[in-house]
């Protein structure tokens, strides 16, 4: 099973930036595709992003389309989360996990690899 690690979260004031990275130990991730999910205290797990396997297709939930960039490079096995103009409501720990599919929505199974998590905190 890959071993999935995420990085890149942080405190930042609203209407910044972070990039978060999903890479995988020991296995490339260049055959599987990727997604990103996130957990707000007291809400239940939602699913934010997800990308293809050759990056052709990628899926966004509602509340973060036009804000958020999934990308990948196969080459450096990682998968990229761009967000942009953040909100206090974006706050919550990221996990990035293997998907099955990305369309019609990000769909991962009791099969699907996760990380660890990385908490992005949005806040003045």
């Known amino acids: 099973q890959l071993q999935l690690v995420e990085s890149g979260g942080g405190l930042v004031q609203p209407g910044g930036s972070l990039r978060l990275s999903c890479a995988a130990s020991?296995?490339?991730?260049?055959?599987?595709?990727i997604g990103w999910f996130r957990q707000a205290p007291g809400k239940e797990r939602e699913g934010v992003s997800c990308i293809s396997s050759n990056g052709g297709s990628t899926n966004y939930a509602d509340s973060v389309k036009g804000r958020f960039t999934i990308s990948r490079d196969n080459a450096k096995t990682t998968v990229y989360l761009q967000m942009n103009s953040l909100e206090p409501e974006d706050t919550a720990v990221y996990y990035c996990?293997?998907?099955?599919?990305?369309?019609?929505?990000?769909?991962?199974?009791?099969?699907?690899?996760w990380g660890q998590g990385t908490q992005v905190t949005v806040s003045s």
């Open positions: 020991r296995f490339t991730l260049s055959y599987t595709a």
């Open positions: 996990a293997t998907m099955v599919t990305v369309q019609p929505m990000c769909t991962a199974t009791r099969l699907s690899s």
